[in-house]
């Protein structure tokens, strides 16, 4: 009974404040002559604070033109907004600059979803030995980040030596499919130069840019190191999370002018690889059994840093170039 009650109150208290909600939305526009979303506009700079506020403003409309409008084809996004500037009746000629910053906002809203789709066919694709693109995508990952080591046969030991758990990489792509052999690719390629020294670090931690008097200074003289490849694909898996729970929009909405791409999303995995590395180094694990405590750890902070709606994850990697538009 008592559950009953608290379910009934929690009801009426969402009607309630939706329909003051409501009620607060009139007032403003008799108040300001303006609807909500040209006060968004008008009120808020570019970026995902702007972004996010029309992605709420229109999933909670009460129109289904409004509603709708969110999941539209890119194509399409133009007719859109002439629709709304009907609906809202609002005279583009008096309002030119509304009409850009909706397109701007809808562009991103819209790719955001488009990217979300994009991720998860590579994630739900797999890993086909018996397929030439596949097969090449792997060899040349060895060839990035091994350039002066020649690979002696396809079913090596020495794909180990790369942080793969077996003499076939394959099977340690099953849990993300090609998304991750995607973006281990795309590191090992677009950020070459520190791809290879995250795997030299994570083979050899003592060895890495760090001196001898900073390792003292961070207690790293027992550094232990990683399975650079595993660890890739288990960021490939942070990094997909993040997005499908719309962590990412703060990030995305912020460096990508229009629509986000894979690029960019493969570009934000290379800066979660790379911070994650210099977080486990500073963590300083007593063994790798430690993992998952260190994941968790770095998880959350990136995810505090994404609640900071003026968040950028920048990196200064070559990956990044042409990437970031602030």
């Not at 409501?22 to 808020?44: A, P």
């Not at 003499?167 to 052999?181: A, E, I, N, S, V």
């Not at 942070?238 to 229009?258: C, D, M, Q, R, V």
């Not at 609640?307 to 990044?320: E, G, I, V």
């Amino acid at each position: 009974m008592k559950h009953f009650l608290r379910m009934l109150i929690q009801v009426c208290l969402y009607f309630y404040c939706k329909f003051l909600w409501r009620c607060l939305k009139f007032v403003m526009r008799k108040l300001t002559g303006r609807c909500e979303l040209q006060r968004i506009c008008y009120n808020t700079k570019p970026g995902a604070s702007r972004t996010m506020k029309i992605e709420t403003s229109l999933r909670d409309s009460k129109s289904k033109l409004l509603q709708t409008s969110v999941s539209v084809h890119p194509d399409a996004i133009e007719k859109t907004i002439e629709d709304i500037m009907e609906l809202k009746k609002i005279d583009p000629d008096i309002n030119p600059q509304l009409g850009i910053s909706l397109q701007a906002c809808l562009l991103q809203i819209v790719g955001y979803r488009n990217l979300i789709a994009d991720v998860e066919k590579l994630r739900r694709e797999p890993y086909d030995s018996d397929n030439p693109q596949h097969e090449e995508m792997l060899l040349k990952l060895w060839k990035f980040l091994k350039p002066n080591t020649p690979l002696e046969s396809r079913i090596s030991k020495q794909w180990c030596e790369i942080g793969f758990q077996g003499d076939d990489p394959k099977t340690d792509f099953r849990g993300m499919g090609l998304l991750g052999l995607y973006n281990l690719q795309y590191f090992a390629e677009r950020d070459a130069t520190a791809a290879q020294q995250v795997l030299s670090d994570s083979l050899h931690p003592k060895c890495s840019k760090f001196s001898k008097a900073e390792w003292e200074k961070k207690r790293m003289d027992k550094a232990i190191g990683y399975s650079f490849a595993i660890v890739g694909i288990n960021i490939t898996d942070l990094a997909y999370n993040l997005l499908i729970s719309g962590a990412l929009k703060t990030h995305f909405y912020n460096i990508a002018p229009e629509a986000p791409t894979l690029s960019h999303f493969q570009q934000t995995f290379c800066y979660l690889m790379h911070e994650f590395h210099k977080f486990w180094i500073e963590e300083d694990p007593m063994d790798i059994m430690e993992f998952n405590r260190v994941r968790e750890k770095f998880r959350k902070r990136i995810i505090k840093q994404l609640q900071n709606p003026d968040m950028a994850l920048c990196p200064h990697f070559a990956a990044s170039e042409g990437l970031i538009n602030m």
